[in-house]
């Protein structure tokens, strides 16, 4: 247990004491979860299985293009660079639009 007077600890102390609880719960929880994966490892065992076989967890992948939203705008010089028109504008189309240019000129089949 804690057996020490917090207001008799200097700043420097006590922040080290924060970094210290902070790591002490990371690695609690840390530890907390081998026993878990452990124990459910022998339980799977026991059974005749292993736990990735259980588990079956699909594996997580990036975006894939069915997520990505498709193409509105072309750069008029470099058809590589397109924005779908979401988000935040590439610099390029605020170049164009401050240039005069209109956000239409840059659709795509327009």
Known sequence: MFNQD????SLKELR???KDVATAIETYEARQK???R???EELAKARGYSLSELAAI????GRTSATLSAA???HPENPEQTWS???RRP???KAVLDAGGSLESLRIGA
């Open 6 to 9: 917090l207001n008799a600890m």
């Open 16 to 18: 080290q004491l924060q």
């Open 34 to 36: 081998e026993a878990a």
């Open 38 to 40: 452990l124990e459910l």
């Open 58 to 61: 699909p594996v997580r992948r």
């Open 72 to 74: 509105k705008y072309r």
């Open 85 to 87: 028109g979401r988000g």
């Open 91 to 93: 610099a390029w189309v």
